[in-house]
């Protein structure tokens, strides 16, 4: 079945979760030898997105787009859109064309944001604007995720995640070894705790 929506990040975070310093200190490695850096920096940005993919949440502030045919309202939950990204902050607007073909921003009166379920919801009483056919990006809600603009409101959990994806990937950059499987086991059961329902 085809997806009925699609999801991209419009602006990405300025800084890294976790610095390159932090990571020397977790590798062992002096402050003062530059000589990784460069290495390092990739290697904690690909920790990060696998992270992020892993959990399908973004972790520093970051703004997306997501954009799909109609408000779903021939789905059991009758027009709930789904925003399919975790740690939402903030919806940005809401755009629709309508059904000629012009574009419109919703009032942000007109809908409800609930940010435990991740989803927008019609107001009671309301109905959603009725969209032009056959367009596969009739609707668009721009919103912002993420934990903060700051590295330290990064949940510590998740920069220890990053870490240990760091640390394997330097030590044995061709993924040949199984010294390091247990870092890897780590990580894993990290993951599992992040993604349960009851973490933030």
Not at 5 to 18: D, E, F, K, M
Not at 161 to 173: H, Q, R, T, Y
Request: glycine letters at 4%.
């Amino acid at each position: 079945m085809t997806a009925n929506w699609t999801i991209n990040r419009t602006t990405s975070p300025s800084s890294l979760v976790v610095s390159v310093a932090q990571a020397k200190s977790h590798l062992r490695l002096s402050p003062s030898d530059t000589t990784h850096d460069d290495q390092l920096q990739l290697l904690i940005e690909a920790a990060t997105e696998r992270l992020e993919q892993d959990l399908d949440r973004q972790i520093m502030t970051a703004t997306y787009e997501q954009t799909q045919f109609d408000w779903n309202e021939n789905d059991p939950l009758k027009g709930e859109v789904k925003l399919y990204k975790k740690a939402i902050t903030n919806i940005q607007s809401v755009k629709y064309f309508d059904e000629d073909g012009v574009e419109n921003t919703m009032a942000s009166s007109g809908y409800i944001f609930d940010a435990g379920r991740g989803s927008l919801f019609v107001d009671p009483g309301e109905d959603w604007p009725t969209v032009e056919p056959n367009n596969p990006n009739a609707v668009k809600v721009t919103f912002s995720a993420g934990y903060g603009t700051d590295a330290s409101c990064a949940p510590r959990t998740m920069k220890t995640a990053i870490l240990l994806c760091v640390g394997k990937w330097f030590f044995d950059p061709a993924q040949e070894g199984s010294a390091l499987h247990s870092q890897e086991v780590a990580y894993e059961r990290l993951v599992s705790t992040l993604m349960r329902s009851s973490y933030p």
